[in-house]
């Protein structure tokens, strides 16, 4: 069975940095899409960032573009999101997500990263930027 297990996530004041991370068990990570999302209270989950296998060109939303980097360190077989100049509008469970099928690319659909283009997600890490 596969799985996706997020960490790094916690409290932090405004300006600040957080690092998630993604580790994968029981499948590689290196031929896969992976991809955060977020969710706050009472919004739809909204796709934040993807990574694509192979060449590892990005996708970043507008809202975290020059503020978030995501990367990949197959040996470690972990995705990672270095989110920097953190906002208070960015608190919420970030959920990393794998495709299913190794197509090792990002899908975005009018600008926007889809949810249902992923089949694998882990649990959810919270990260809130409070004053």
């Known amino acids: 069975q596969v799985q996706l297990v997020e960490s790094g996530g916690g409290s932090v004041q405004p300006g600040g940095s957080l690092r998630l991370s993604c580790t994968a068990s029981r499948f590689t990570l290196d031929y896969y899409a992976i991809a955060w999302f977020r969710q706050a209270p009472g919004k739809e989950r909204e796709g934040v960032s993807c990574?694509?296998?192979?060449?590892?060109?990005?996708y970043y939303s507008d809202s975290v573009k020059g503020r978030f980097t995501i990367s990949r360190d197959n040996a470690k077989n972990t995705v990672y999101l270095q989110m920097n100049s953190l906002k208070e509008e960015d608190t919420a469970v970030y959920y990393c997500?794998?495709?299913?099928?190794?197509?090792?690319?990002?899908?975005?659909?009018?600008?926007?990263?889809?949810?249902?283009?992923?089949?694998?997600w882990g649990q959810g890490t919270q990260a809130t930027v409070s004053s």
């Open positions: 990574i694509n296998s192979g060449n590892n060109s990005t």
């Open positions: 997500a794998s495709e299913v099928l190794p197509l090792g690319r990002c899908t975005v659909v009018a600008g926007l990263l889809s949810p249902r283009f992923f089949g694998y």
